[in-house]
């Protein structure tokens, strides 16, 4: 089944912890937390105090998407705080292979990342130490962008891949502009979890937004 990470960028941060408790009663899988740095993505958001505070209040696994630059010097206190799956921009650190060794090492799931104009086969080096691959299907920094279909090719690619050799192990997650409609696409190109942060927490009804995301 389809899983489905609401992105707590689009919560009511006065409000967060009874934001997550809501989508988390509401059938979600993962809790999404979009840390930015304002260097790696022209937008600043949340880090780790808050990864700390959210963890006791929900049994779902956090799952932590680092917008920053040198991810490798965070990896440890993300972890420390309560990440449960620490994923990581190709882009942004210059040994790849070995900041996912650091994550693994922290006993934390690890995932990498792309943006909607880095190629996939960027990553095929790598993808036997990957527990997650996430897609970016917006140029990442802020919430509430269309989808880039062009970036279902990528997903594609990832699910080939996956079943031409049985070391991929891999989750293929998306983020960005997932509603209804663009689920479904993702999901025949072979998504296994959604991210998405407008289209639940802005819905009138999380519930129904959760459920057609899921089985749209
Ligand atoms: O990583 C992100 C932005 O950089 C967010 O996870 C993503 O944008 C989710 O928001 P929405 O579903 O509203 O597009
Ligand atoms: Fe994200």
Not at 45 to 70: F, Q, R, Y
Not at 187 to 195: E, I
Request: aromatic fraction near 6%; include cysteine.
């Amino acid at each position: 089944m389809t899983k489905i990470a609401p992105s707590i960028l689009a919560s009511d941060f006065a409000n967060l912890g009874t934001e997550i408790k809501d989508v988390e009663q509401k059938g979600a899988d993962y809790i999404h937390v979009d840390v930015m740095d304002g260097k790696f993505v022209p937008n600043i958001s949340i880090g780790i105090p808050v990864v700390e505070a959210i963890g006791p209040i929900t049994s779902l696994p956090l799952d932590v998407h680092l917008m920053i630059e040198n991810p490798e010097n965070y990896v440890e206190a993300f972890a420390k705080a309560g990440a449960s799956i620490i994923t990581v921009h190709q882009e942004a650190t210059a040994h790849l292979h070995r900041t996912l060794q650091l994550i693994k090492n922290q006993g934390v799931k690890t995932g990498v990342v792309i943006n909607p104009g880095t190629p996939v086969e960027v990553l095929k080096p790598i993808l036997s130490e990957a527990d997650l691959v996430l897609i970016m299907s917006v140029n990442p920094g802020f919430g509430g962008q269309d989808f880039i279909p062009a970036t279902l090719k990528k997903i594609e690619q990832l699910d080939t891949w996956r079943k031409e050799n049985e070391t991929f192990t891999y989750e293929i997650e998306v983020d960005g502009g997932v509603n209804e409609e663009t689920a479904s696409r993702c999901k025949h190109a072979g998504a296994d979890v959604l991210v998405a942060g407008s289209a639940i927490f802005k819905s009138g009804n999380r519930q129904e937004a959760i459920e057609k995301i899921r089985n749209s």
